[in-house]
Nanobody, 129 residues
Framework: QLQLVESGGGLVQPGGSLRLSCAAS????????IGWFRQAPGKEREGVAC????????DYADSVKGRFTISTNNAKTTVYLQMNSLKPEDTAVYYC??????????????????????WGQGTQVTVSS
């Protein structure tokens, strides 16, 4: 049974950086699609970035494109979200999620929470001066 555990959240000033980690146990992330999502108070959960472990292609929400980078380690046991130039509106609980996927996945599917069946517990990111 795949389990996901996020870490790396915290308080950072606007313009700063954080790197989130999503550690997988119970499975290696071959043939998985892994996504990062976030949810701010009173708002819906939104897709931020996703990566297809087979091939390594990525997608990003427009709100984070050019600032965030999703990647995996060589062993495909950990997925990272490098967040640069952080803004107060990036404040949210960040979740990683995974789904087994052999065939292609569209941009919308990759960033939709409905696609994913495995979720971590989340890590808080607060951007404030």
């Amino acid at each position: 049974q795949l389990q996901l555990v996020e870490s790396g959240g915290g308080l950072v000033q606007p313009g700063g950086s954080l790197r989130l980690s999503c550690a997988a146990s119970g499975a290696i992330l071959d043939y998985y699609v892994i996504g990062w999502f976030r949810q701010a108070p009173g708002k819906e959960r939104e897709g931020v970035a996703c990566i297809r472990s087979t091939g390594g292609s990525t997608d990003y929400a427009d709100s984070v494109k050019g600032r965030f980078t999703i990647s995996t380690n060589n062993a495909k046991t950990t997925v990272y979200l490098q967040m640069n130039s952080l803004k107060p509106e990036d404040t949210a609980v960040y979740y990683c999620a995974a789904v087994v996927r052999i065939g292609p996945l569209t941009f919308n599917q990759c960033l939709s929470h409905a696609t994913y069946g495995h979720w971590g517990q989340g890590t808080q990111v607060t951007v404030s001066s």
